[in-house]
């Protein structure tokens, strides 16, 4: 059965990738209040006035941001992308919030750059959209990818789980996965017979 690459991430969003790479709820919570929102509340990071301003990012590596957020979480029709979530913004807070993330992230960008010149002579955000998803590609699967390639493995792993966590901590990712807890729902008579009998339990 084909996945896509949106319910594969949907799949790891189950777990609580937040608390994987060190982001508890309410780290979460706090960078999507102070940087972070959807396309519908704040204009696009274009440059224009009014636009989002990085704080830890200079232009080049926002531009490549942005473009590696939205290949991990394309625009579909259930949902918009990454950056339609506010997903780059939301990694430039947890960059400032996580002084210990900068060397690592800057330096993975860097090596980006430097193998998408090595392959197409431009770098990775002046690529074409196939050449920069066969590099990305090339990255993405940690078990079947060349050891030459281990240190954007590596980088490519973290981001992707950074990616991961501002889309489904965001409003439109909470949205994108129905999710309806912290609710009151009053109507609600306890666990159904069929559960009790596929768990092999019964009522106390």
Known sequence: MHISRRNALKIISVTPVAAGIGIGDAAAEQAHRAGHGTAAQKPAASGRKGAYQPKFFNAQEWATVTLLSNIVIPKDDRSGSATDAGVPEFIDFMMTDRPEWQVPMRGG???????????????????????????????????????????????????????????????????DLKYVGNVANPG???????????????KA
């Not at 074409?128 to 490519?156: C, I, M, N």
């Open 109 to 175: 960008l860097r090596w980006l750059d430097a193998e998408s010149r090595a392959r197409f002579e431009k770098d990775f955000k002046d690529a074409t959209d196939t050449q920069r998803t066969s590099l990305v590609d090339d990255l993405a699967y940690p078990l079947t990818a060349k050891p030459e390639f281990s240190h954007g493995v590596e980088f490519f792993s973290r981001f992707r789980d950074l990616v991961a966590t501002g889309f489904w901590t965001s409003k439109m990712g909470i949205t």
């Open 188 to 202: 609600w008579s306890g666990c159904p017979d069929e559960c009790y009998t596929h768990l092999g339990v019964t």
